[in-house]
């Protein structure tokens, strides 16, 4: 059973940066392809980037391209989002997902975290 636990969110200002880690564990977690979602009250569940399971292939969602990379060092079993130029519609649960395939979907995933709140501030 693949369990991920994700730290690292808060309340923040405008403009400010944040480094959100999911930790990941459970049988051939490093062989998954993680990815990092967000949801709003109301809202659905939306995309944010995805890494595969070597780190070396990444995609990111076009709202978010230029301001959050996503990473991972499976030695650690952790996966990263670093959240740059943060905004006040950034405000969100941020979930961190595991699956063997990937992609841009949350039904395409397996496994979630409980997720980390960040409050970003005008």
């Known amino acids: 059973q693949v369990q991920l636990v994700e730290s690292g969110g808060g309340l923040v200002q405008a403009g400010d940066s944040l480094s959100l880690s999911c930790a990941a564990s459970?049988?051939?977690?490093?062989?998954?392809?993680m990815a990092w979602f967000r949801q709003t009250p109301g809202k659905e569940r939306e995309f944010l980037a995805t890494?595969?399971?070597?780190?070396?292939?990444?995609y990111y969602a076009g709202s978010v391209k230029g301001r959050f990379t996503i990473s991972r060092d499976n030695a650690d079993n952790a996966v990263y989002l670093q959240v740059n130029s943060l905004e006040p519609e950034d405000t969100a649960i941020y979930y961190c997902?595991?699956?063997?395939?990937?992609?841009?979907?949350?039904?395409?995933?397996?496994?979630w975290g409980q997720g980390t709140q960040v409050t970003v501030s005008a």
């Open positions: 997902a595991a699956s063997p395939f990937g992609g841009t979907k949350d039904s395409e995933y397996e496994y």
């Open positions: 459970g049988p051939a977690v490093n062989t998954y392809a």
């Open positions: 890494i595969s399971w070597s780190g070396g292939t990444t």
